[in-house]
Antibody, heavy 121, light 108 residues
Framework: EVQLVESGGGLVQPGRSLRLSCAAS????????MHWVRQVPGKGLEWVSGISWDSGSIDYADSVRGRFTLSRDNARNSLYLQMNSLRAEDTALYYC??????????????WGQGTLVTVSS | EIVMTQSPATLSLSPGERATLSCRAS??????LAWYQQKPGQAPRLLIYGASTRATGVPARFGGSGSGTEFTLTISSLQSEDVAVYYCQQYKDWPPLTFGGGTKVEIK
């Protein structure tokens, strides 16, 4: 069974940093691209960042480019999102998401349950 | 950026009725379009990809159609468990990968 378990969320002050992690199991991790998608409670879905199976292709939404860094460790079956210079508008539930393919531009066929990030003083 | 527009915002129907949800893209996606279902308190779930292919385990009452810029998700006979918000998403071009604003399906 495919499992994606996020961790690292919490309450953080504006301007500070947070690192999200996603532990993957139940599938061959390095066969798939991976993404983070966020959702403000009660609102819609926003793609944040995605990475190909070999980290050869990584990209970001304009709203986080230059502040967030996506990485993966295929040996540890893990995905990471380093979030710096956090703003109130980054407050959301962050989902770790599996790409159906390897390159990072396929449908999202498995989602974690999310980790909540709250940016507030 | 490809902009995705969904309509209507809310759909209220009786059990057994047919639900038709629309999604429009600002440029051609060919068939690089997915639909997701998000039930209250849950993570989204992939329903349809390639505009018309049902994902594993999705009931046959869910159907997708369309190509280019106009797409439709149809629920042939609405069940109480189908109450959810439905999102379309394009994966033709990134960055960014973009979602529509969602259609909330309610039972009358």
């Amino acid at each position: 069974e495919v499992q994606l378990v996020e961790s690292g969320g919490g309450l953080v002050q504006p301007g500070r940093s947070l690192r999200l992690s996603c532990a993957a199991s139940g599938f061959t991790f390095d066969d798939h691209g991976m993404h983070w998608v966020r959702q403000v409670p009660g609102k819609g879905l926003e793609w944040v960042s995605g990475i190909s199976w070999d980290s050869g292709s990584i990209d970001y939404a304009d709203s986080v480019r230059g502040r967030f860094t996506l990485s993966r460790d295929n040996a540890r079956n893990s995905l990471y999102l380093q979030m710096n210079s956090l703003r109130a508008e980054d407050t959301a539930l962050y989902y770790c998401v599996r790409d159906r393919g390897s390159a990072g531009i396929s449908p999202f066929d498995h989602w974690g349950q999310g980790t909540l990030v709250t940016v507030s003083s | 950026e490809i902009v995705m527009t969904q309509s209507p915002a809310t759909l209220s129907l009786s059990p057994g009725e047919r639900a038709t949800l629309s999604c429009r893209a600002s440029q051609s996606l060919v068939t690089n379009l997915a639909w997701y279902q998000q039930k209250p308190g849950q993570a989204p779930r992939l329903l349809i990809y390639g505009a018309s292919t049902r994902a594993t385990g999705v009931p046959a009452r869910f159907g997708g159609s369309g190509s280019g810029t106009e797409f439709t998700l149809t629920i042939s006979s609405l069940q109480s468990e189908d109450v959810a918000v439905y999102y379309c998403q394009q994966y033709k071009d990134w960055p960014p990968l973009t979602f529509g604003g969602g259609t909330k399906v309610e039972i009358k």
